[in-house]
């Protein structure tokens, strides 16, 4: 697979970037990490070779608390690339259109969140999404498309799959590296035992894809809420939402079969968590899971038994993959799980990957460093995809 890169773009041009600054928010604030890190790397080049540049992103999904504003990460990319960022809240409205006409060499615009557009979502084919009047508005204001949202690649959305069908694209620098680095990881072959770490909340997107990984992952080891569907289908009172959570009930309706497949299939391959932790009176408490009779309660990690479980497991790997976290690290109580198995790893001289823009977080937070892993990813979902080999269509319309 080829693509034109920013070493193939003349400097000084009005171009269209593509971004993946999908961030965790926190009561409102939008927490900095290493998307905003890596892309600066882009958006600087393109400043110094004096290019008109405008910043698309998403943010969240609608109705959940982190569908927030991309005003914060504007200022948050200003500080990383030490050069003002103007933002303007419309994606393509009249107000954006005047700002990017507006734009001048070097400067940089920030666009309003891409998913508070309707045309941005659903999943839809590139040719349908080219021809959104989202597309259709802002291909004629730029010379040129480029996609550094390696992160976002697997989602078929117009911001990332309809302009390069219109427009000439290029790859930007998080892109290149992501995809060469994800590719080459995804050829390698293993003689030992390779390990898949299983967590986050993304559960829809991680049972997908274990369900091709069944030959090249030897173990499968489970926490976060995919953890938790996969006890609800092994008979456990769990993985289905109380209060007002929206967490497990819709992502089981939409995996439960796969589960159940999984299990019956693969029962030796998964290793479930035996103990659970939750919140009582401020503190961190523990359940064994046969002993929960029913759901009282959030579980926000997999217990010390677990970790003590899975990480003989790790040892004995010789390349340890890992996407999501196995609680909610965010918070030290509950960082048991995920910061031991990431301990584990760093700890062993396995090839290792660790994937996704929160759990990559956790290396920092809980004092490791990134060169005690083979790969820091900011991608998650699109890079355990790229492990089945399968092409990311957001990297595969970049190529035509
Ligand atoms: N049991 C849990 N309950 C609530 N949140 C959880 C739980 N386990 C993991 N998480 C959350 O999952 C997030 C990571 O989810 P996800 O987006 O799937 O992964 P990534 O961003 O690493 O790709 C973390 O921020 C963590 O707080
Ligand atoms: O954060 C992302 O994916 P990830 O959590 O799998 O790393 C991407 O921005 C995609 O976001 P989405 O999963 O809401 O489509």
Redesign the pocket.
Known sequence: MTFQTLDDLDDGQRVLVRLDLNS?VEDGEVQDNRRFERHAETISELVDRGFEVAVMAHQGRPGRDDFVSLSQHADILAEHIDHPVAFVDETYGPQAIHDIAGLESGDVLVLENTRMCDDELPEEDPEVKSQTEFVQTLKDEFDAYVNDAYSAAHRSHASLVGFPLVMDAYAGRVMETEYEANTAIAEKEFDGQVTMVV?????T??IDVMTHLDEKVDDFLL???A??LFLRAAGHPVGYDIDDAN?YDEQWEKNSEKIESMLEDHRDQISLAVDLAYEDDGSRAEQAVDDIEEKTV????VGSETVMEYSPIIRDSEAVFV?????????ER?SVG?AGVLEAIAETDCFSVV???????AIEMYGMEEEEFGHVSIA??AYIRALTGAELIGVEVLSR
């Not at 959030?298 to 990690?301: A, C, E, I, P």
């Not at 994937?355 to 977080?361: K, L, Q």
């Open positions: 965790p967590g986050g909340t993304k559960a997107d991680v926490g976060g809420i953890g938790e967490l959030s579980y926000l990690d996407k999501g976290a196995l609680g909610m690290f965010e918070d509950f995920t994937g996704g823009g929160d759990t990559s977080r998650g979902g």
